[in-house]
């Protein structure tokens, strides 16, 4: 079975610092990895994903995704946080004999001015 | 503007009522989906079709139908709506069942059940 987690409910960064969401995923065979992000009343938008080659994936909005196999994890960077960056993220994966995606239960990002 | 089309955005039911969500796509793509989201639980899969003709469960099917009608066109149906089933459904497409692009989502039906 495929699985995400994602540990943290929300996360609290101030403008212009670093921001981090963490993902952690269990598939059997090859992971398939995307991130998500909604906007308040609105549908998910696809930021990045990986699939094969790098390790570091460079995806809209100047968001990135970094791929540690050993570790399970694909979690989500962006270097400068801008408060129109506020908004809830998901984690999504999927393994090569599934057909659909599963998620995370998301992380809401707070970027204070 | 192509994407994903979905109706309605709200509606309140009875617990008992029936009805029906209509999701639509204009790009082609091949494989649909609905999933539900709830407050701490991000998005649960409930039907998928991989392709025109196909229909698949998910993660949390009971209580609800799906029709994919033709390729543009896949609805989900609540035959007697119980107040579990209060959340937020979004529909969603792909290119093919690997879903390699990503999904594209609809913009949500917002549905509650009292």
């Known amino acids: 079975a495929q699985s995400v987690a994602q540990p943290e409910d929300q996360v609290n960064v101030a403008e212009g610092n670093p921001l981090t969401v963490k993902c952690t995923y269990s598939?059997?065979?090859?992971?398939?990895l995307f991130w998500y992000v909604q906007y308040p009343n609105r549908g998910l938008q696809f930021l990045l994903k990986?699939?094969?080659?790098?390790?570091l994936v460079k995806g809209s909005y100047g968001f990135e995704a970094e791929f540690n196999k050993s570790q399970t994890s694909f979690h989500l960077k962006k270097p400068s946080a801008l408060v129109s960056d506020s908004a809830l993220y998901f984690c999504a994966v999927r393994d090569t004999g599934r057909r659909a995606l599963t998620f995370g239960s998301g992380t809401r990002l707070q970027v204070q001015p | 503007n192509a994407g994903v089309t979905q109706t309605p955005k709200f509606q309140v039911l009875k617990t008992g009522q029936s009805m029906t969500l209509q999701c639509a796509q204009d790009m082609n793509h091949n494989s649909m989906y609905w999933y539900r989201q709830d407050p701490g639980m991000g998005l649960r899969l409930i039907y998928y079709?991989?392709?025109?003709?196909?229909?698949d469960k998910g993660e949390v099917p009971n209580g609800y139908n799906v029709s994919r009608l033709n390729k543009r066109e896949f609805s989900l149906r609540l035959e007697s709506a119980a107040p579990s089933q209060t959340s937020v459904y979004f529909c969603a497409s792909s290119e093919n069942p690997a879903g390699n692009y990503g999904y594209t989502f609809g913009s949500g039906t917002r549905l509650t059940v009292v």
């Open positions: 598939v059997s065979g090859n992971p398939y």
């Open positions: 079709s991989a392709s025109e003709g196909t229909t």
């Open positions: 990986y699939i094969t080659g790098d390790n």
